[in-house]
């Protein structure tokens, strides 16, 4: 899977997980302040990209300092390993 492909699954799945119901408009929105997210839909929000993407779970020292869309797509990218 290309980089721009998980990249836009990645804003499908932020957008439709979103608890303010809000879509995603660009890599800058901010998680919790512009889509809602708290601690328990970012801990869902994991799962379901380990899910999508088929891959181990993700450390929590990873994700601590995620705030935009953009932080999750660079994570996911670079932990995604394309299927053999």
Known sequence: MEPDEIRRKVRD???T?????TPV??????LVDDL?????????LSV???EEFVMDDIE???TAGLRT???VEDLIVGLHKPAA
């Open 13 to 15: 799945i932020i957008s």
């Open 17 to 21: 997980m979103s608890p303010a119901r």
């Open 25 to 30: 408009r660009t890599p800058a929105d901010r």
């Open 36 to 44: 809602g997210y708290d601690s328990l839909t970012f801990i869902e």
């Open 48 to 50: 379901a990209l380990e």
């Open 60 to 62: 929590e020292e990873r």
């Open 69 to 71: 869309v953009a932080d």
